[in-house]
């Protein structure tokens, strides 16, 4: 037998006996047991003289070589997992979550809730029950916003308000450098006051004028450019969705209101140091159509908009166009910042003169926390209380006031004058909630008459609310 063949007979016979089952051991007796063993030995014996032989046929070292390594358990040679790829939409908090994916995708849920109590103090002689207290949800809104790519993005909004559910900004918008197009139902270039968002103004309810002169969004077209502090505002408007959607027949009916406008505002806001400067004027033309046919008002409640009275107002004017001006100037420097406007608007009527309405107001607001008023895009924004409650501090508060005044009272047109002296306590304890104290004395002249016939006193107001944003 080859030497070969014999080792690795022996081997294989060591091997078998080696790996004898136990149940076999257990089995044998103590002289088997001795027997076995002795035969192990003389087995090992003959493998190393095997291994001698086979060392001095071939003239190898007897170093034996190193074992060929067994292949890895199975479980061994498996792939690890990949590690979980990287989300595909992301989610941040800005009030409410956001998602943002690739290629510039993002949505954001949005929503407001006001509720306000107010009180009117007139004179006793009103027979109005408008006045004195009330409450109500000022507004409840519910919409989102986002982004599609490629500079395109959208806003929904659906609000409640006066028991009516309207569309208020609901448009889509393409942004390309200094460039913001937009189309849809959105505000027009009208005034500061007026587009400083409702949840980030200095008083529960605008100035005067903004209401008076019936401000609102309508269907159209703009455009802005915004470029080193200049910001260029332009747009071309029709109605109100409200009236565009009339269904009833007539001057009033949707289908046959054709009235139009174009609307344009400049805004410079240079940075001066510390301080934000603003400076702004806009003009407006406006062709009622047949709208004309109806008439229009221009009238203001006492303030507070929980009553729905009207203590100075115009009668019923056939306006064919209107066109009108503004100016406006602000500032913001660390903890103070200031505003003032002045809107005048000729009604070009029908039969009779023109007359020519004015209003503006002046107002002055102070952080008395470390906190400041925001700014952006050639209007003010929300403040960011910069120790929120809850974060070793109470929040933001800020104090402001304001004089307001309105005149409608022009060429035999008798409407009445409101020169209203406002303070403002507004708590934000946190980013998108704030408490809003207000109050006020409101002076008239030529307003809705008393019983015994004056038309020139007081009143006064007091109004809180609470106004959730995100």
């Known amino acids: 037998m080859h030497p070969t063949t014999s080792l690795v007979a022996l081997g294989a016979t060591g091997l078998c006996l080696l790996a004898a089952p136990a149940w076999a051991r257990e089995t044998l007796g103590p002289e088997d047991a001795a027997a076995l ?90 027979a109005d029950r408008g006045l004195g207290t009330a409450s109500e949800m000022r507004r409840i809104r519910l919409g989102g916003e986002g ?37 849809g139902n959105q505000n027009q270039f009208q005034s500061l006051d007026e587009l400083t968002g409702d949840t980030s103004g200095s008083f529960m309810e605008r100035a005067a004028f903004t209401d008076a002169f019936n401000f609102e969004r309508r269907l159209g077209l703009s455009a802005q450019y915004e470029n080193g502090g200049w910001l260029l505002q332009a747009g071309l408007f029709a109605d109100d969705i409200t009236a565009l959607s009339n269904a009833s027949d007539g001057p009033a009916g949707g289908d046959e209101n054709n009235s139009h406008g174009l609307d344009g505002r400049v805004v410079w806001a240079p940075k001066l140091g510390e301080t934000q400067l603003h400076f702004g004027g806009s003009a407006h033309w406006r062709n009622l159509g047949r709208v004309a046919d109806t008439a229009t008002r221009y009238r203001q409640r006492p303030y507070l908009h929980t009553s729905n009275s009207r203590l100075i107002g115009t009668s019923a004017v056939a306006v064919r166009e209107e066109t009108h001006y503004g100016v ?11 505003a003032a406007e002045v809107h005048g608007l000729e009604a070009d009527t029908r039969t009779g ?12 607001g102070y952080f008395l926390t470390n906190d400041t008023r925001g700014y952006k895009g050639g209007i003010f924004d929300r403040a960011k209380p910069s120790r929120p409650l809850g974060v070793g501090g109470v929040g933001a508060l800020q104090l402001n006031v304001r004089y307001d005044y309105l005149d409608l009272n022009d060429r035999g047109i008798v409407g009445g004058r409101q020169a209203a002296w406002l303070a403002a306590l507004i708590w934000q304890p946190v980013e998108y ?32 609310r609470m106004e959730l944003d995100f």
């Not at 792939?79 to 979980?84: D, F, L, M, R």
């Not at 609000?159 to 189309?183: H, Q, R």
């Not at 409101?442 to 016939?453: F, H, I, S």
């Open 37 to 126: 063993r002795a035969e192990i030995a003389s087995l090992r014996a003959q493998l190393q003289r095997m291994e001698s032989r086979l060392d001095a046929a071939t003239g190898l070292s007897r170093t034996a070589p190193p074992p060929t390594p067994l292949p890895p358990p199975v479980a061994a040679v498996v792939e690890a997992p990949a590690k979980p790829a990287a989300p595909a939409t992301q989610i941040s908090w800005k009030g409410a979550p956001q998602f943002a994916a690739a290629g510039g995708k993002t949505f954001k849920a949005k929503g407001r809730i006001q509720a306000d109590l107010g009180h009117v103090d007139a004179p006793s002689g009103l």
């Open 147 to 183: 982004s599609l790519g490629a500079g395109i993005a959208y806003k929904l909004e659906l609000e409640l308000s006066d028991n009516a559910v309207d569309l208020v900004d609901t448009f889509v918008t393409y942004k390309t450098g200094p460039w913001l197009l937009a189309a």
């Open 328 to 338: 406006e100037a602000a500032f913001v420097r660390g903890r103070w910042h200031g």
């Open 353 to 364: 003169p023109d007359p020519r309405f004015l209003g503006g107001y002046v107002e002055l």
């Open 433 to 464: 909630l704030r408490f809003n104290l207000n109050a006020g004395v409101l002076a008239y002249q030529d307003a809705t008459p008393l019983p015994d016939g004056d038309r020139d006193y007081t009143a006064r107001v007091a109004g809180a």
